[in-house]
């Protein structure tokens, strides 16, 4: 079992960049996929984007406008999201996930193993 934990979550301003971290302790397989989700307040759950550790990546269509980038960094077990541009619209507590295949998923269903989320607030 994987266990996530993310980091690098805070307060910016608008127009301002954060960096998150999500470690996967314990992570042994090339083949799994990493993702990151995201809920703002009353709001559902969403998908951000999602890479497998080979580098295959995926990324919202509304989000991949250069302003969200994520990456890996096998030698550390590690997936990142560098967010830029930011805008109040993109605070929400953000989640990493892994699921054990190499599917780039949108879907929450296909992820077995969720980090307890970090939060980000943007103001204007």
């Known amino acids: 079992q994987v266990h996530l934990v993310e980091s690098g979550g805070g307060f910016v301003q608008t127009g301002g960049s954060l960096r998150l971290s999500c470690l996967a302790e314990g992570h042994t397989s090339s083949s799994s996929t990493i993702a990151w989700f995201r809920q703002a307040p009353g709001k559902e759950r969403e998908f951000v984007a999602a890479?497998?550790?080979?580098?295959?990546?995926?990324t919202d269509v509304d989000l991949a406008k250069n302003r969200f980038i994520i990456s890996v960094d096998n030698t550390k077990n590690t997936v990142y999201l560098q967010m830029n541009s930011l805008k109040p619209e993109d605070t929400a507590v953000y989640y990493c996930?892994?699921?054990?295949?190499?599917?780039?998923?949108?879907?929450?269903?296909?992820?077995?193993?969720w980090g307890q989320g970090t939060q980000v607030t943007v103001a204007s």
């Open positions: 996930a892994s699921k054990a295949n190499g599917f780039l998923s949108a879907q929450e269903s296909g992820y077995t193993s």
């Open positions: 890479i497998t550790w080979g580098g295959s990546s995926a």
